[in-house]
């Protein structure tokens, strides 16, 4: 079972996202501000962390800052502000993703399931080159799809958007969470980008359409 640590000054915030995170089969731990998030991560261990970025004692910034130096956990970044300096700041500090509040519980988990899965591969180390499911296959090295042995032509983002709903399949993906990942922070599109490719992207997989399912409220995400 993996364990959160849940960093806010909020205590209402953090029951909401304990409440969430326990429904979801998580662990969790609470700290009330920077310093004693930073305390608590010197003396125990954590899977990942959900922090605020404006706490007293320590900012959240300052606080992944100095938990990145001893223990390499990955951190879901919480603001009221979403200006791009911060979003960037932060993941040149090295966090893993970036909310901004008010903020949807349901996908907060998704985005906690996402971090977890991408670390979770990472340490096992099954970044293999293909991704399979059925005869639906995807070679990362020469960017390639099949469908059953015949090949599928595939725009760029089209392409770069089924490796990555595969590479986090039953995982739910909200469109700003793809738009990020795989369009970027300096793209000026909206939600339909993501709905248009996704359209398309079905349009070309014929019978595995609906391996690519839409999931509301939230976003969509690839069922094996």
């Known amino acids: 079972m993996a364990r959160i640590l849940i960093v806010d000054d909020e205590a209402k915030i953090r029951e909401v996202i304990r409440e969430y995170a326990e429904f979801n ?40 800052k100095e938990i990145k130096k001893v223990k390499d956990i990955p951190v879901i970044m919480l603001s009221a ?14 966090i ?6 008010p903020f949807s519980p349901k996908e907060l988990m998704a985005r906690v399931a996402a971090v977890l899965a991408r670390k979770n591969a990472a340490k096992n180390g099954s970044r293999s080159p293909e991704l399979v499911s059925g005869d639906l296959v995807l070679n990362k ?18 392409y770069e958007l089924l490796a990555y709903l595969m590479e986090n399949k039953n995982i739910a993906l909200s ?40 999931v509301r409220g939230v976003g969509y995400k690839f069922e094996d």
Not at 39 to 60: Q, V
Not at 193 to 205: A, G, P, Q
Request: with cysteine.
């Open 25 to 64: 089969h998580y662990e969790t731990d609470e700290a009330e501000d920077g310093m004693e998030a930073v305390n608590k991560c010197l003396a125990e261990d954590y899977d990942l962390i959900i922090m605020d970025i404006m706490m007293p004692r320590l900012d959240g910034f300052s606080a992944c």
């Open 81 to 94: 502000r979403g200006e791009e300096y911060d979003k960037l700041f932060g993941f040149e500090l090295g």
């Open 96 to 101: 893993d993703d970036y909310v901004v509040k």
């Open 141 to 158: 090295d020469s960017r390639t799809v099949e469908i059953a042995g015949r090949r599928i032509e595939l725009t760029l983002k089209e």
């Open 175 to 214: 469109r700003d969470k793809l738009l990020q990942d795989i369009w970027g922070y300096d793209f000026f599109g909206d939600d339909r980008t993501i709905d248009t490719h996704i359209k398309n992207l079905r349009s070309r997989l014929g019978d595995y359409r609906n391996k690519i399912t839409t």
